[in-house]
């Protein structure tokens, strides 16, 4: 097999797994694939050696590092520390996928690169059309099966679609199905950030750069200037979150308890609906810095290219929906920016594998925590108590972080003590506290139920 072949191949098989897991959005996907990217990236340099990355790939990947570091580093100033662990999981596999590609980017040939990605958003459409041929209930959630969000299915779509710029003319074949698919998720920040890459790459190669500079800053001031949508209120309380905590931000993954105590009316969500304005929130101005440097880099590269343009649509995408907590969307974005940035020269260097060792086994550990808390939360939804109990001690060896688990054993036990353990972590969650006031009663429940409308004034 060609080596290009085999990028293109790997490209395909990375989408296709993520988009078809739940849209790549749990813990235990991202570990898993965080395992399996670094093992084959450790295989292929071992054999052939990895390439030394040039100027802009050193910067792309300083950035997506750092960016997994800060995220990490939040845990230390978070108000629900807990959830800075977990976040940091899913930006490091976006590192070890850029990483990898980079290294073995004599293996990642721009066209067969294109070609995996548009063959996987074909099977995923695809997939999403046989769905809608047999009909499904549009409150059950499978209408944006295999992916289960819409909004970033319509947007891997659009990847493709930009992509088969780059592919040769028979390739168009495929395009009726995914204008179709697109078309049946009636998402307006997909096809806003279709006609935005498809306009800046039709334009004058003059006028291409100042254009996509343009519209980046468009997309990032957006979230503050757009009214009377849904989101607005998930920016605005975002917003609040920022202004509260202008240096650091408040931690990874704290924006959920920010809408829980600051929401407008009851509605659920966990996301701001915005890379850019959540970053800032959370992870303050080095965090959007940092996501800017990630994005800008490959568009001001390769801004000529299909590439450029595939990179611009994710970004104006992802600033006003919450596409990159889901990996199957993100990674193929992640491969592409990767790709689109200048080759380097032929030098080997084994330099990389520390990282690549370093990232498969906390991808390891991390995934023996998550899978024994989902295990213990399976358990739990049995009715199996002493298997709940069991499976969150276990994952309280790899993950003693996490306050989910503690919670898992307050439940089974009805166990004041687990609780408490779990607030110690977590001050910040209401539902630990108005758990606790459900086993406690006197002055304990009396301040747990305060503790608890405190955080959650619309909760009941």
Same mark, same amino acid.
């Given at each position: 097999?060609?080596?290009? %072949?085999?990028?293109?191949?790997?490209?395909?098989?990375?989408?296709?797994?993520?988009?078809?897991?739940?849209?790549?959005?749990?813990?235990?996907?991202?570990?898993?694939?965080?395992?399996?990217?670094?093992?084959?990236?450790?295989?292929?340099?071992?054999?052939?050696?990895?390439?030394?990355?040039?100027?802009?790939?050193?910067?792309?990947?300083?950035? =997506?590092?750092?960016?997994?570091?800060?995220?990490?580093?939040?845990?230390?100033?978070?108000?629900?520390?807990?959830?800075?662990?977990?976040?940091?999981?899913?930006?490091?596999?976006?590192?070890?996928?850029?990483?990898?590609?980079?290294?073995?980017?004599?293996?990642?040939?721009?066209?067969?690169?294109?070609?995996?990605?548009?063959?996987?958003?074909?099977?995923?459409? =695809?997939?999403?059309?046989?769905?809608?041929?047999?009909?499904?209930?549009?409150?059950?959630?499978?209408?944006?099966?295999?992916?289960?969000?819409?909004?970033?299915?319509?947007?891997?779509?659009?990847?493709?679609?930009?992509?088969?710029?780059?592919?040769?003319?028979?390739?168009?074949?495929?395009?009726?199905?995914?204008?179709?698919?697109?078309?049946?998720?009636?998402?307006?920040?997909?096809?806003?950030?279709?006609?935005?890459?498809?306009?800046?790459?039709?334009?004058?190669?003059?006028?291409?750069?100042? %254009?996509?500079?343009?519209?980046?800053?468009?997309?990032?001031?957006?979230?503050?200037?757009?009214?009377?949508?849904?989101?607005?209120?998930?920016?605005?309380? %975002?917003?609040?979150? %920022?202004?509260?905590?202008?240096?650091?931000?408040?931690?990874?993954?704290?924006?959920?308890?920010?809408? =829980?105590?600051?929401?407008?009316? +009851?509605?659920?969500?966990?996301?701001?609906?915005?890379?850019?304005?959540?970053?800032?929130?959370?992870?303050?101005?080095?965090?959007?810095?940092?996501?800017?440097?990630?994005?800008?880099?490959?568009?001001?590269?390769?801004?000529?290219?299909?590439?450029?343009?595939?990179?611009?649509?994710?970004?104006?995408?992802?600033?006003?929906?919450?596409?990159?907590?889901?990996?199957?969307? !993100?990674?193929?974005?992640?491969?592409?920016?990767?790709?689109?940035?200048?080759?380097?020269?032929?030098?080997?260097?084994?330099?990389?594998?520390?990282?690549?060792?370093?990232?498969?086994?906390?991808? +390891?550990?991390?995934?023996?925590?998550?899978?024994?808390?989902?295990?213990?939360?399976?358990?739990?939804?049995?009715?199996?108590?002493?298997?709940?109990?069991?499976?969150?001690?276990?994952?309280?060896?790899?993950?003693?972080?996490?306050?989910?688990?503690?919670?898992?054993?307050?439940?089974?036990?009805?166990?004041?003590?687990?609780?408490?353990?779990?607030?110690?972590?977590?001050?910040?969650?209401?539902?630990?506290?108005?758990?606790?006031?459900?086993? !406690?009663?006197?002055?304990?429940?009396?301040?747990?139920?305060?503790?608890?409308?405190?955080?959650?004034?619309?909760?009941?």
């Amino acid at each position: 097999m060609p080596r290009g %072949a085999a990028g293109g191949v790997a490209t395909f098989a990375l989408t296709a797994a993520l988009a078809c897991d739940n849209g790549g959005f749990d813990p235990t996907t991202w570990n898993l694939a965080l395992v399996a990217v670094c093992a084959a990236a450790l295989a292929l340099i071992v054999v052939d050696g990895g390439a030394r990355p040039g100027v802009h790939a050193t910067v792309f990947l300083l950035a =997506l590092a750092a960016l997994t570091a800060w995220t990490a580093l939040s845990y230390f100033w978070s108000d629900s520390p807990p959830f800075a662990p977990v976040e940091s999981q899913r930006v490091a596999l976006y590192f070890a996928i850029a990483a990898a590609v980079v290294v073995a980017r004599r293996w990642f040939e721009p066209r067969w690169v294109a070609g995996g990605v548009v063959a996987a958003a074909t099977l995923v459409a =695809l997939w999403n059309l046989v769905v809608h041929v047999r009909g499904v209930s549009t409150t059950s959630g499978a209408a944006a099966d295999p992916v289960g969000y819409a909004n970033s299915l319509a947007l891997l779509c659009v990847l493709a679609i930009v992509l088969l710029l780059c592919l040769p003319r028979p390739a168009i074949a495929v395009l009726p199905v995914l204008v179709a698919d697109l078309a049946l998720q009636h998402s307006t920040g997909a096809l806003a950030a279709l006609v935005v890459s498809l306009a800046v790459l039709a334009l004058s190669t003059r006028l291409r750069l100042a %254009a996509a500079a343009m519209l980046i800053a468009c997309a990032v001031a957006s979230p503050f200037a757009l009214r009377g949508h849904e989101r607005t209120a998930y920016w605005r309380v %975002a917003i609040r979150e %920022a202004q509260a905590n202008p240096v650091l931000g408040s931690g990874a993954g704290t924006f959920a308890d920010w809408w =829980l105590r600051e929401r407008p009316h +009851v509605g659920s969500t966990k996301e701001a609906h915005s890379l850019d304005i959540e970053s800032l929130a959370e992870l303050g101005p080095i965090g959007l810095a940092l996501v800017l440097v990630v994005f800008a880099l490959p568009v001001a590269a390769s801004v000529r290219t299909p590439f450029g343009g595939a990179v611009l649509a994710y970004a104006v995408g992802a600033a006003v929906d919450f596409h990159w907590e889901l990996a199957g969307v !993100t990674a193929p974005a992640i491969v592409v920016a990767a790709t689109a940035l200048p080759r380097a020269g032929p030098r080997r260097s084994f330099s990389a594998l520390p990282v690549f060792v370093v990232l498969a086994a906390a991808g +390891v550990l991390a995934y023996a925590g998550n899978a024994h808390l989902a295990a213990a939360q399976a358990a739990l939804q049995r009715g199996d108590r002493g298997r709940a109990v069991a499976e969150a001690r276990s994952a309280l060896r790899f993950a003693p972080f996490s306050a989910d688990a503690w919670g898992v054993i307050g439940d089974a036990e009805a166990n004041a003590d687990a609780y408490r353990r779990a607030l110690r972590l977590d001050p910040n969650s209401w539902s630990l506290w108005s758990r606790l006031a459900g086993v !406690t009663s006197g002055e304990p429940r009396r301040l747990a139920m305060r503790k608890a409308a405190r955080l959650n004034p619309l909760g009941g």
